[in-house]
């Protein structure tokens, strides 16, 4: 199954995060106390340990969170200040955007905040977060249904906030390749996906908790929270503002894309009340054709250690050729 590449830029920070999608409760800064970041505070709904479900034989609670002073993956130490980041990678921790009660809070509404996670999910009931690198992405067509998210797309839904993603471009044979599932040849030139208007590039993901059984209860590094990138099919249609050489249509670039959220759907998809997977699939629907922008830019993104606004520069031509 071809999958994207898994890098994307995020350079607003919580102040702009915060007007664009109506954030209460945000990133605790470096200079705020460990407390104020405990997961007591804001992670801990009042409907903890409210459902189970069976897998390979184990009991599994899927809605179980960090308890009293437990410390969530994003509180387990001073995170310093958060920074734009022109190169993210599968593991690195992520702004994301959810919606979740607080602990103690007199309204038991959904609170919607701004979090700290790892790209990479480790389901519930995994054994240890090894593969979590290997699930940076799910797919709309059986996110509902697979063991590792239909639990957390039912209930625990989020936004991963980006300028736009990066994808290689590796030409119409190793495109057809991949699509069949065979191993395709080197990356080539990279193409940097952006919406045409400069908005936000909302992408649909899922959120989950993940507990170490190997630390005792109150460890700081006790309880990992995690996320997955919701994929979809490419559009195939002209993009909005097409490179002056090269592919026309995001489909010519690479056969996935992540599902990008209009904001008339962010209310009803962060929303966790609503769980009924025949509503929530709709909501998958890919958005409006003709949004987007693509362009080269420099092979330097190819290698994760390079970070900087440089990595946007659009480029005249392709630096690496492809095929056509």
């Not at 200040?81 to 959810?98: G, H, Q, R, S």
Request: proline share 10%.
């Amino acid at each position: 199954m071809a999958r994207m590449c898994g890098r994307y830029a995020a350079s607003r920070g919580p102040e702009d995060l915060a007007g664009i999608f109506g954030i209460e409760v945000g990133v605790p800064s470096a200079q705020e106390s460990q407390e104020s970041q405990q997961p007591n505070a804001s992670w801990e709904s009042q409907e903890t340990h409210d459902s189970q479900e069976t897998h390979d034989s184990q009991e599994l609670h899927d809605s179980q969170e960090p308890q009293g002073s437990q410390k969530s993956q994003e509180a387990r130490e001073d995170p310093g200040p958060l920074v734009p980041d022109y190169n993210v990678a599968p593991t690195k921790e992520v702004l994301v955007v959810l919606d979740r009660p607080l602990k103690d809070a007199a309204s038991p509404r959904p609170v919607r905040q701004l979090r700290r996670l790892r790209w990479g999910l480790v389901p519930s009931w995994s054994r240890s977060p090894e593969g979590a690198a290997r699930m940076i992405n799910a797919r709309a067509e059986t996110v509902h249904e697979k063991p590792a998210y239909r639990q957390a797309f039912a209930t625990r839904r989020c936004i991963l906030p980006a300028d736009g993603y990066y994808e290689w471009d590796t030409g119409r044979e190793e495109r057809e390749l991949e699509v069949e599932g065979r191993r395709k040849r080197a990356r080539k030139q990279p193409y940097f996906v952006t919406p045409a208007d400069g908005s936000v590039f909302a992408m649909a993901g899922l959120y989950e908790f993940w507990r170490d059984p190997t630390l005792p209860d109150g460890h700081p590094r006790s309880w990992w929270v995690t996320c997955s990138v919701i994929t979809t099919e490419a559009e195939t249609a002209p993009l909005a503002v097409p490179p002056q050489e090269g592919p026309r249509s995001l489909a010519d670039i690479h056969p996935r894309m992540p599902l990008m959220l209009t904001p008339d759907r962010w209310d009803a998809w962060l929303d966790p009340r609503h769980t009924d997977t025949a509503e929530l699939r709709e909501l998958l629907a890919p958005p409006p054709e003709g949004l987007m922008r693509a362009y080269p830019v420099g092979t330097a993104v190819s290698n994760v250690r390079n970070n900087g606004p440089e990595l946007l520069k659009e480029l005249s031509g392709p630096e690496e050729g492809t095929l056509f």
